[in-house]
């Protein structure tokens, strides 16, 4: 069976390079290769255009068609699909990925060009459904599964468990991509080629504003098979730069330490970044990843008190945090990166003082090496399926007749919090505090600690809102 899978275009549909290549689509390609299917890749981000795009695919004659998308993009993405089914309509056309699973039924009666929805870990839900095509009948034995039946009714599979493992999977087939014309920020300033990787999926967390609670099952690849898929990666394609974008690659010590000792024992020279929990960091362990590569660690921190932290399920404490920057300043890594959101359930403008305040006494610790341009964090979005989205609904963030897969857009875009890139998601606000008073408050008390991107939003809010006011913005 041909097989094509598309990577979707940006927000904007405009052809960019500063992107990962992905790895959901490099799994699912190596399964449908390994079990004997011809499997070819658009990589849509690089053309932008949906039409461009479509004709691409076209050309590649698939009997199937695979794609997905994050929430912010999915507008393009799902523009994307319908022009794919203008040009192949014989073609049956399955997504997955976090957006579509947490709003499966609703893409399919709002986009009728899909066939299908893989909701969660797609490798063995593709695979079985690429064994049952072109036969439709079988399409409701397959866990995972929430597809429209030949009477047009949505039906909703019973849910496939997640994996209990990860070794027995086959390696990411990135011969497949174009990975020399990805440019997402490297690690190190003498590197040429990136590449994003995981050793680990899952994350125990339950943070009331991430999608990942589909995934919370934390599995680990063997240190030994991991490696070894860097040094094809380096081998391969002459990739000495890595993101590895484990949720926490610190959940476990024991994985951590097993993949920094094989690295050491092959005295293999990546350099890479990595995301962490700022609690009860062991100094040896990070002194351990610096000596293997590691050069920049970045914590999801979002707040600077325990209030906001308690309210967003953090399982964290503030107390927690200063303790762990303490322990990451005297490893000496070259970049600290820090995450931060302005603007979650319990916030209020004492809670943004005393997070600047805090954040302040973080930032001294680290100098230069301090990553972060602002100590103001953007404002929250709203992800399909998570909490927030529940409590955004009750605050009245979210129109009664709102579709994750129709258009929309943010009505306080003109706001200098809220990111173009994201201005087709909506944005969680209190009614106690909602977003234009967050605005003032940081104008007013915070404007030294604004970045000069923020500044300058802050200085063309005015003209954006008459643009839109206008109706040309």
């Known amino acids: 069976m041909n097989v094509c899978l ?14 990962l290549a992905p790895s959901g689509l490099a799994f699912l390609a190596a399964v ?19 039409k461009k795009i479509a004709r691409k695919v076209a050309m590649e004659n698939p009997d199937v068609v695979g794609t997905s998308t994050v929430t912010s993009d999915r507008l393009a993405g799902i523009a994307s699909i319908r022009e794919i089914r203008q040009a192949t309509p014989n073609a049956f056309i399955v997504v997955g990925g ?25 490798e063995q839900t593709f695979l079985e459904l690429l064994e049952q095509l072109p036969n439709r009948d079988a399409l409701g034995e397959i866990p995972g ?55 680990t999926r899952g994350c ?66 990546f350099s890479w970044w990595c995301n962490a929990r700022a609690k009860q960091l062991d100094i040896e362990v990070l002194k351990l990843m610096r000596k293997a590569g590691c050069k920049r660690i970045s914590f999801g921190v979002e707040t600077g008190t325990n209030k906001v932290l308690e309210a967003s399920k953090k399982n964290l404490t503030v107390e927690q945090i200063a303790e762990a920057m303490e322990t990451v300043s005297k490893v000496h890594f070259d970049k600290i990166g820090i995450f931060l959101i302005t603007g979650l359930p319990g916030e209020t403008t004492e809670t943004i003082d005393q997070t600047v305040k805090f954040l302040k006494t973080i930032r001294a610790l680290f100098g230069n090496s301090w990553q972060v341009g602002e100590l103001i964090g953007q404002s929250p979005l709203i992800f399909p399926g ?52 967050i605005c003032a408050h940081l104008k007013k008390w915070h404007w030294d600690e604004l970045s000069r991107g923020q500044k300058r939003h802050f200085r063309r809010a005015p003209l954006r809102r008459m643009k839109i006011a206008l109706g040309i913005g």
Not at 6 to 19: L, Y
Not at 102 to 122: F, M
Not at 215 to 235: G, I, T
């Open 204 to 269: 125990p967390q339950q943070c009331v504003f991430c999608a990942n609670s589909l995934n919370r099952k934390m599995r680990f690849l063997d240190p030994s098979l991991a490696v070894d898929q860097l040094e094809w990666l380096h081998n391969s394609f002459g990739i000495n730069d890595l993101h590895i974008y484990d949720d926490d690659f610190l959940t476990s010590k024991k994985h951590a330490v097993g993949l920094c000792e094989e690295l050491l024992k092959r005295n293999t020279k």
């Open 6 to 19: 598309v990577t979707s275009p940006r927000f904007n549909c405009k052809p960019t390079h500063k992107a």
């Open 386 to 437: 998570t909490e927030l989205e529940d409590i955004g609904r009750k605050e009245g963030c979210l129109p009664e007749n709102f579709s994750w897969n129709q258009p929309y857009l943010q009505p306080k875009r003109y706001l200098p919090l809220v990111n173009e890139r994201y201005q087709t998601v909506p944005h969680f606000e209190t009614r106690s505090l909602p977003l234009e008073d």
């Open 32 to 50: 449908a290769r390994d079990a004997g299917h011809n499997v070819t890749v658009v990589e849509g981000v690089f053309l932008g255009n949906p």
């Open 145 to 199: 599964l929430v597809f429209r039946d030949d009477n047009n009714q949505i039906v909703r599979n019973k849910p496939r468990q997640l994996m209990s493992e990860i070794n027995s999977l086959p390696r990411p087939a990135w011969d497949l991509f174009s990975l020399e014309q990805y440019s997402f920020p490297r690690v190190s300033d003498d590197s040429t080629e990136t590449a994003g990787v995981m050793t």
């Open 98 to 122: 976090s957006h579509f699973s947490h709003s499966a039924e609703d893409a399919l009666r709002c986009v009728r060009e899909i066939d299908a929805v893989v909701v969660g870990e797609g």
